[in-house]
């Protein structure tokens, strides 16, 4: 681990200050960034990403703690990069820095298969990177991830719970989930008003059943669009004989969507895109 001067001192030094706007969150305490590091495992012999490094709290304890031997880091805020190019002197040649937004990056053009996602996200935009990431999911070998506490209960929410949703269906559907530890608000500088969880996120080899995912959305959104209402009924929206999808689906009709389970949403993905002629 090469010197390096304090986090708050480099912070002081170059104006960074968070912006919420940008929904930073900065966090200072290397006994947390150790810890959600490690929780990615071994970092020696792969690639890892990590997007919103801002002043690379985290940064500094996946190159140094952890030993990660190529890590690409995604920062949009242009104030952090001069941060981000200091740091990657210290580790030269271990770290390449992307100046843009997550959002619009093409991660199939800078990590390769096997890649672990490494992040304490940007609270604004967690859950559409999370999709995002979602539609290439087998290119990652894990995304261990920081969230606001509500969104991480909603991705690994199970059936039956207030909690379980859309969101839940469609990352356990490719991913095995886990709510590894939360951190709360005075960790970090300035503090949210909410706690955060670290949750790791596997891809599985495979769906847990077999669905074309745009049908899959479009059958959980009816579902959990009117959460009160019996499956019957809330799937009408999809414009079919919901009926017989629900009949040939094997699942109850008068159950409503937080009551099904991932597998049973895809049998009812598969009937509904039976029923607009779609090919598999």
Wanted: glycine content about 8%.
């Amino acid at each position: 681990m090469p010197e390096l001067l304090p986090l708050k001192e480099v912070v002081a030094r170059y104006g960074l200050t968070p912006q919420r706007a940008l929904g930073q969150h900065f966090l200072f305490d290397s006994s947390i960034t150790d810890r959600i590091a490690a929780a990615a495992g071994d970092l020696t012999d792969c690639v890892v990403y990590e997007v919103g490094p801002g002043p690379g709290g985290l940064t500094r304890s996946l190159l140094g703690t952890s030993g990660a031997r190529k890590l690409i880091v995604c920062e949009s805020d242009k104030r952090a990069i001069a941060v981000l190019e200091e740091l990657s002197k210290a580790f030269p040649g271990h770290m390449r820095i992307l100046a843009t937004d997550a959002l619009t990056v093409n991660e199939a053009h800078f990590c390769i298969p096997g890649t672990k996602i490494v992040a304490n996200l940007p609270y604004n935009i967690a859950t559409a990177l999370l999709l995002k990431w979602l539609k290439d999911a087998k290119r990652f070998a894990s995304m261990t991830l920081m969230f606001q506490k509500e969104v991480a209960l909603r991705i690994c929410a199970e059936p039956g719970t207030g909690d379980y949703g859309r969101l839940a269906v469609i990352t356990q559907w490719l991913c095995e989930t886990k709510r590894l530890f939360d951190v709360q608000a005075g960790s970090f500088v300035p503090p949210p008003k909410v706690t955060s969880s670290v949750v790791s996120i596997v891809p599985r080899a495979e769906p847990l059943a077999a669905a074309r995912r745009e049908y899959l959305e479009k059958v959980t959104a009816a579902a959990f669009g009117q959460r009160r209402k019996m499956l019957r009924q809330s799937l009408k929206a999809l414009g079919t004989n919901t009926d017989q999808m629900i009949e040939r689906a094997g699942v109850v009709a008068t159950a409503r969507g937080e009551e099904l389970t991932v597998q049973e949403f895809c049998a009812l993905a598969r009937e509904y895109q039976t029923q607009t002629g779609a090919r598999f």
